[in-house]
């Protein structure tokens, strides 16, 4: 799950990925800040959640969060 950049409203996204061989790959994903990312989960059940940052490359304003949470009664 990645923030919304910039300008950018939070939600759903359909992208395209393009590998080496051109090949254009649809992706669906989701732009939401760390806080609104861990209150969906809540709200669907799910507790605990852990927040890590992973930071783009140097010198890009790409960051990726990714989460982890458990199921509420598993």
Known sequence: ???PRAGELPGR?????TP?????LP???YA???????????EHGFADAE?????GPEG????TLVI???RIGD
């Open 51 to 55: 927040v890590l940052p992973v930071e």
């Open 60 to 63: 890009s304003s790409y960051r």
């Open 1 to 3: 799950m990645n923030e």
């Open 20 to 24: 080496a061989d051109g090949t254009r």
């Open 68 to 70: 982890r949470a458990c």
């Open 27 to 29: 992706v669906v994903h």
């Open 32 to 42: 939401y800040d760390a806080g609104t990312s861990c209150s969906l989960l809540h």
């Open 13 to 17: 996204r359909v992208d395209n990925l």
